[in-house]
């Protein structure tokens, strides 16, 4: 069992910054893929941005890219995910979960997730 805690959204101006961080605790964390999806309101929940076991491979979404940057710290059991120039588009739950195998970009491979946080972009 792996549990997850997202932290670190807010509100923020188009054009700001924001840094969101998911905690990890249960088992070794560094067995699994961690990544960021996102569910904007009225919206499918989708993937964001994705990193691997070490933290030497990152994935991410056509429209982050550029934006937003993946790192994870396996000493902390921490996942992060900076995020710059934020648009209105940007607002949304996010959410970080984990896995061991599959695809990157499909939430139904994903183990374990986190509650979320939420973005909030004003233009």
């Known amino acids: 069992q792996v549990q997850l805690v997202e932290s670190g959204g807010g509100l923020v101006q188009a054009g700001g910054s924001l840094r969101l961080s998911c905690a990890a605790s249960?088992?070794?964390?560094?067995?699994?893929?961690v990544g960021w999806f996102r569910q904007g309101p009225g919206k499918e929940r989708e993937f964001v941005s994705a990193?691997?076991?070490?933290?030497?491979?990152?994935h991410y979404a056509d429209f982050v890219k550029g934006r937003f940057t993946i790192s994870r710290d396996n000493d902390k059991n921490t996942v992060y995910l900076q995020m710059i120039r934020l648009e209105p588009e940007d607002t949304a739950v996010y959410y970080c979960?984990?896995?061991?195998?599959?695809?990157?970009?499909?939430?139904?491979?994903?183990?374990?997730w986190g509650q979320g946080t939420q973005v909030t972009v004003s233009s």
């Open positions: 249960g088992r070794t964390f560094s067995d699994y893929f």
């Open positions: 990193i691997s076991y070490s933290g030497a491979d990152t």
């Open positions: 979960g984990a896995w061991q195998s599959g695809n990157w970009e499909n939430q139904y491979d994903y183990r374990y």
